[in-house]
């Protein structure tokens, strides 16, 4: 069983920085995958940014230049700088992650719990 944690929400202003956390644990073999998405009141959840093993990240187009994706491959651990942010960033954010559990086999999805980011006008 792998367990994800998010970390880091919180209220900020507009224009102002935060950077949530997500560490994985549990029986890793490898991490193929990792994403954030996130889920504002009302909304669907969809996908904010994405980084593979090797490092390769992909954004929505209204964080893109904002927000910034990383990984810490030591830790188990994904991070989401957030930076110049909206009111309309704020949302409840979710990582997720694709984990292959042994050598052999397909790939397990994993979800965190949500952490919830405000951003105040």
């Known amino acids: 069983q792998v367990q994800l944690v998010e970390s880091g929400g919180g209220l900020v202003q507009a224009g102002g920085s935060l950077r949530l956390s997500c560490a994985a644990s549990g029986s890793i073999f490898s991490i193929t995958a990792l994403f954030w998405h996130r889920q504002a009141p009302g909304k669907q959840r969809y996908l904010v940014a994405a980084?593979?093993?090797?490092?390769?990240?992909n954004y929505v187009d209204s964080v893109k230049g904002r927000f910034a994706i990383s990984k810490d491959d030591a830790k188990n651990t994904v991070y989401l700088q957030k930076n110049s942010q909206k009111p309309e960033d704020t949302a409840v954010y979710f990582c997720n992650a694709d984990v292959a559990l042994g050598l052999m086999g397909d790939d397990e999805e994993y979800w965190g719990q949500g952490t919830q980011d405000t951003v105040s006008s």
């Open positions: 980084i593979t093993s090797g490092g390769n990240t």
